[in-house]
């Protein structure tokens, strides 16, 4: 059984740190791996998409990996913004017959400081 | 724009009162699904489509009904809602599963609560 891991739960960082958030996962057997944003009580916003051929995307200040063989991800923010205050999702996309349902992670809640 | 549309966005009802909770999308995806995400509980899914007519339960169906009718539409039907269903509801739309590039959309989110 697919199970998606995110650490830390929670981080606390000073306004223009770099950052890395983590995800790992159990079953290498993924088509895909997004990342998402979630404000507090709000919708999930898609961030990045990193298929199982690739190793990395970047979009603007955020660039995410991906190492499947070792079941591993991360989200890496440059020169963090308070308006990156949020709850940031990983979730990984498992075969077709599983209903096409993502599995999540708990979650990382971030919070930058001014 | 291309998104996913959720009403309503807040709904307080009491036990018993059937209601429902529209989902629509616009990108002419096939698939789409409900999840309820529960403080401790994460994102689960309830029910999903994989095309017109086609429906399949998920992890967390008991207590709900949907319909696809329509290729836009997924409705999310509660016929006799119980405080244990007080949650947060998403729909989500994509093409069909099992393609790597496949990117799936959420709406922003349904917050039910009964009393």
């Known amino acids: 059984k697919q199970e998606v891991t995110q650490i830390p739960a929670a981080l606390s960082v000073p306004e223009g740190e770099n950052l890395v958030l983590n995800c790992s996962f159990t079953?290498?057997?993924?088509?895909?791996l997004q990342w998402f944003r979630q404000d507090p009580g709000k919708g999930l916003t898609s961030l990045l998409l990193?298929?199982?051929?690739?190793r990395e995307q970047t979009s603007g200040r955020l660039n995410a990996s991906l190492d499947k063989s070792s079941g591993r991800s991360t989200l890496y923010i440059a020169a963090s913004q308070p308006g990156d205050s949020a709850t940031y999702l990983c979730?990984?996309?498992?075969?077709?017959?599983?209903?096409?349902?993502?599995?999540f992670g708990q979650g990382t809640e971030l919070s930058v400081k001014p | 724009e291309a998104q996913v549309t959720q009403n309503p966005r807040y709904l307080i009802t009491v036990t018993g009162k059937k209601l429902t909770v529209t989902c629509s999308q616009n990108?002419?995806?096939?698939?789409m699904s409900w999840y309820r995400q529960d403080p401790g509980l994460g994102l689960r899914q309830i029910y999903y489509?994989?095309?017109?007519?086609?429906?399949d339960k998920g992890d967390v169906p008991e207590g709900y009904k949907v319909s696809r009718k329509e290729k836009r539409n997924f409705p999310l039907i509660l016929e006799s809602p119980s405080p244990n269903q007080t949650s947060l509801y998403f729909c989500?739309?994509?093409?069909?599963?099992?393609?790597?590039?496949?990117?799936?959309?959420f709406g922003p989110g349904t917050r039910l609560t009964v009393l």
């Open positions: 990193i298929q199982s051929s690739q």
């Open positions: 489509s994989m095309n017109v007519e086609v429906t």
């Open positions: 079953d290498s057997a993924i088509y895909n």
């Open positions: 990108m002419n995806h096939e698939y």
């Open positions: 989500a739309s994509s093409f069909l599963p099992g393609r790597a590039a496949n990117e799936q959309f």
């Open positions: 979730a990984v996309s498992p075969p077709y017959n599983q209903g096409g349902k993502l599995i």
